[in-house]
């Protein structure tokens, strides 16, 4: 067995293992921020929780990587796994890279490819706004000056940013605050750019295969017709 299969296979067995890790770790991410005021024991617990299931991760990246024929492909196309693996903002993200080693989304024919592309999209924006929500709720809540003080307001503002309307009733007042509007902005600018480019793909392949198939039609009955007419 070669290593690439190797690999796959071990992909193929942690994918669903990998998603409930990627779950939990939110969850406890997100009570970490949500619930300031728990006890020192359950804040404890959670980050000793959030620590072991990092641990895991570096784990099952590095024997991916370690299986892998081509390592450079592979680290240019698991960009999110390692991400989750050097910075703790982006670890909730790992889920968006364990739903597509589920066997439901692989595959290269159009349908998987467009399946995937719908799920893993639609995931990476909600998880997106998500975690610049709580990362900002986190920093400017109790900062001077500050207008963000519910995650509620948080997230309106991510879902206002994002949007590119820009009502400027809440905005970050902290430099970190700042810094994660900047990628808030970059982020929806490529994501409106690329959801708009995959519309418009999907409609171009839709007309041209309905193009085609009322070519085919036509073409069958001009046969037809000849055929008659002998």
């Known amino acids: 067995m070669s290593d690439d299969a190797k690999r796959i296979r ?8 990998g998603i409930g890790a990627s779950i939990v770790f939110l969850i406890a991410y997100s009570w970490t921020i949500l619930q300031p005021r728990m006890s ?12 072991l299931i990092w641990v895991l991760f570096v784990v099952d990246y590095s024997v991916r990587l ?10 240019r196309r698991n960009i999110a796994d390692l991400l989750s693996v050097l910075l703790p903002l982006a670890r909730p993200f ?11 989304l692989r595959g290269n024919t159009a349908s998987h490819l467009r399946r995937r592309v719908l799920i893993v999209a639609g995931s990476f924006v909600l998880m997106f706004i998500y975690v610049i929500s709580l990362a900002v709720y986190q920093v400017e809540r109790y900062a001077p000056g500050s207008n963000i003080h519910s995650f509620g307001d948080a997230l309106w503002w991510a879902c206002v940013t994002m949007a590119t309307v820009g009502y400027g009733d809440y905005y970050p007042v902290t430099v970190t605050g700042r810094l994660l509007a900047v990628v808030l902005m970059i982020g929806g600018i490529a994501i409106v ?11 171009n392949e839709r007309t041209q295969h309905l193009r085609q198939r009322h070519q085919h039609e036509t073409e069958r009955v001009d046969d037809r017709e000849a055929g008659d007419g002998r």
């Open 10 to 17: 071990w992909e193929q067995a942690t994918a669903w293992p």
């Open 40 to 51: 020192p024991a359950m804040y404890a617990a959670l980050v000793s929780l959030l620590g």
């Open 66 to 75: 370690i299986l892998a024929e081509d390592k450079r492909r592979f680290v």
């Open 94 to 104: 790992r889920l968006i890279g364990d739903l597509g080693r589920l066997p439901l």
């Open 193 to 203: 750019g690329t959801s708009s480019a995959t519309i418009v793909n999907y409609l």
